[in-house]
């Protein structure tokens, strides 16, 4: 079975709302932060330590990665992606605008049978023993598997972090489908709800980076949580007061669960 690997690196859509820094500013202002210095110069970096390796090293090479990424990212960034996997006749770089285009294309990829598509963000990593532990579900064509068990990893001065292990049923990372493209079964928080899903509790699967330029912000500390939903909070107030009301009201439910 093939294993098909797909990653989004920084695709710049103003109409996307699945993620924060696309629901919170205007394109001008989610432009700016998506392309920021700091924010690409990190990823570049957990990419390069994290992700890259994971998917490389892996002990069983009948694999495929497919990275999608803008074609408004940095020039001098869209040249460092190209130099990293210009020697891998089996990574593909594509460019799209949007996520519209991204999913299009995920859907008419040409797709060798017997086939599994995973997902794999740009900052995140996998076992190097996925390929082989995923290719034992090459019967369970239509399944979802979902394999449960991580650790969380922090990069820090190039120095990566390994943090406490952690186990999540349908985590979209290393989510994979078997003779399906995973990113066309919706939201993977209830996947089970659509498909069914195998559930793989093998240790160490998979590696959630921790980092300040992430939606999630396991690992952190409550002081750290706070500060930045404060400083989000902040940002609503002085930008997008409309939304200011809606967002205390859910952080107020967030806390009286703690």
């Given at each position: 079975m093939r294993i098909y690997f797909i990653t989004r690196f920084s695709i710049y859509d103003p109409k996307f709302r699945g993620f924060?820094?696309?629901?919170?500013?205007?394109?001008?202002?989610?432009?700016?932060?998506?392309?920021?210095?700091?924010?690409?110069?990190?990823?570049?970096?957990?990419?390069?330590?994290?992700?890259?390796?994971?998917?490389?090293?892996?002990?069983?090479?009948?694999?495929?990665?497919?990275?999608?990424?803008?074609?408004?990212?940095?020039?001098?960034?869209?040249?460092?992606?190209?130099?990293?996997?210009?020697?891998?006749?089996?990574?593909?770089?594509?460019?799209?605008?949007?996520?519209?285009?991204?999913?299009?294309?995920?859907?008419?990829?040409?797709?060798?049978?017997?086939?599994?598509?995973?997902?794999?963000?740009?900052?995140?990593?996998?076992?190097?023993?996925?390929?082989?532990?995923?290719?034992?579900?090459?019967?369970?064509?239509?399944?979802?598997?979902?394999?449960?068990?991580?650790?969380?990893?922090?990069?820090?001065?190039?120095?990566?972090?390994?943090?406490?292990?952690?186990?999540e049923k349908n985590s979209a990372l290393g989510l994979a489908g078997i003779e399906i493209n995973?990113?066309?079964?919706?939201?993977?928080?209830?996947?089970?709800?659509?498909?069914?899903?195998?559930?793989?509790?093998?240790?160490?699967?998979?590696?959630?980076?921790?980092?300040?330029?992430?939606?999630?912000?396991?690992?952190?500390?409550?002081?750290?949580?706070?500060?930045?939903?404060?400083?989000?909070?902040?940002?609503?107030?002085?930008?997008?007061?409309?939304?200011?009301?809606?967002?205390?009201?859910?952080?107020?439910?967030?806390?009286?669960?703690?």
């Open positions: 924060r820094v696309s629901k919170d500013y205007g394109p001008m202002e989610y432009q700016r932060r998506l392309f920021d210095k700091a924010r690409l110069n990190h990823k570049f970096d957990t990419f390069q330590n994290i992700t890259f390796p994971s998917i490389v090293q892996q002990t069983c090479n009948d694999w495929e990665w497919i990275i999608y990424t803008s074609d408004l990212m940095p020039a001098e960034y869209m040249e460092c992606l190209r130099a990293l996997v210009k020697d891998y006749k089996n990574i593909v770089l594509i460019t799209v605008k949007n996520f519209s285009e991204f999913f299009e294309k995920t859907s008419s990829y040409n797709y060798k049978k017997l086939f599994a598509t995973v997902r794999i963000d740009d900052d995140d990593g996998l076992s190097n023993c996925f390929v082989e532990k995923l290719r034992q579900y090459s019967k369970d064509v239509g399944s979802i598997v979902s394999f449960t068990e991580g650790r969380l990893v922090r990069l820090v001065n190039g120095k990566l972090f390994i943090g406490k292990k952690f186990s995973i990113y066309n079964c919706g939201s993977h928080s209830d996947i089970d709800k659509r498909f069914n899903v195998i559930y793989d509790r093998s240790p160490d699967m998979f590696f959630l980076t921790c980092s300040p330029f992430t939606d999630t912000k396991r690992g952190f500390t409550a002081l750290n949580r706070i500060v930045v939903k404060l400083e989000r909070l902040l940002f609503l107030v002085l930008r997008r007061p409309d939304r200011v009301p809606k967002e205390c009201a859910i952080y107020i439910r967030k806390l009286g669960r703690h």
